[in-house]
């Protein structure tokens, strides 16, 4: 008989902010879609990454990596982490890439994206006397990496996130974390999507957005108390086919929805896509 085709969308989860003090943004998790997927089995285990933790104010450490999602054989690659302070400043490498974190002019590039998941984290900058505006970089977003700082006036914003019409209409995903800076007046926002603010003086890092697979913000506090990074956002797993479609029978899983002759299963938590082919 057919083989029953879906639309699918799986975002891993976003990567952690670093802790402390100039700090990179988490990247967004990995990203992949596709029409035209031909479902061989009947039941499907769909995983749900959570978001990579942001490091804590006490070890200037590197975020966590988002963890993966699973539909089928696609499992894109977790969000990378925002660098940290001191030894830990290298952004990690992920479905986005995390941002640089700057240490007395030390500021190296930003962690890179995975080929067809996402872009690269930015690197961060500074001198060593840290004046005002020093700070990490920005995470990579599934749209678009985040723009290098090359001064202390270039913002630390994270990289865009991408837009996907899966559920009927057009919602963007995936954005990057923004850096840590010494400054209220440079732009810390996270990439568009969801990605979570870095954190400025005494203004906390803000987490990607729940289901999102955004980047946490990087942190920064520059009266003396380092700061911790913001978790990264969860991710997600979509699915779509033509419906009414008896080659699916009465199929299950997620929130299901419908888009005009479409049925849409929405999986914000692990579980399992099944259906019943009555070709």
């Known amino acids: 008989g057919s ?10 989860g976003g990567g952690g902010g670093g802790g402390a003090y100039f700090c990179g943004g988490g990247g967004a998790g990995g990203y992949l879609t596709a029409t035209d997927f031909g479902v061989t089995g009947t039941s499907y285990t769909v995983t749900v990454g ?6 804590d104010n006490s070890g200037y450490l590197k975020g966590t990596i988002g963890s993966v999602s699973t539909f089928s054989s696609f499992s894109p690659v977790g969000g990378g982490q925002g660098g940290g302070y001191q030894g830990y400043l290298e952004g990690g490498v992920g ?14 590039d930003g962690g890179a994206g995975t080929d067809g998941q996402g872009y690269d984290g930015a690197q961060g900058y500074g001198t060593g006397t840290h004046p005002v505006g020093t700070g990490g970089g920005g995470g990579g977003g599934a749209g678009a990496a985040a723009p290098d700082r090359t001064g202390v006036t270039s913002p630390s914003t994270g990289g865009a996130g991408a837009s996907s019409s899966i559920t009927g209409s057009a919602v963007t995903r995936a954005g990057g974390g923004g ?9 810390t926002a996270g990439g568009t999507g969801g990605g979570g603010a870095g954190g400025y003086d005494n203004s906390a890092a803000v987490a990607g957005t729940t289901n999102t697979g955004s980047g946490g913000g990087g942190a920064d506090n520059n009266t003396g108390t380092a700061a911790d990074g913001g978790a990264g956002g969860s991710g997600v797993v979509i699915i779509k086919y033509p419906n009414p479609d008896t080659l699916y029978g009465a199929a299950t899983g997620g929130t299901i929805t419908t888009d005009g002759s479409y049925k849409v299963h929405t999986f914000t938590s692990s579980g399992t896509f099944t259906y019943t082919s009555v070709d």
């Open 50 to 55: 959570g978001g990579g933790a942001g490091a």
């Open 95 to 108: 479905g986005s890439g995390g941002g640089s974190g700057q240490r007395t002019g030390t500021y190296p």
């Open 179 to 187: 850096g840590g800076i010494k400054t209220p007046s440079v732009s």
């Open 3 to 12: 083989t029953p085709t879906v639309e699918y969308l799986t975002i891993s």
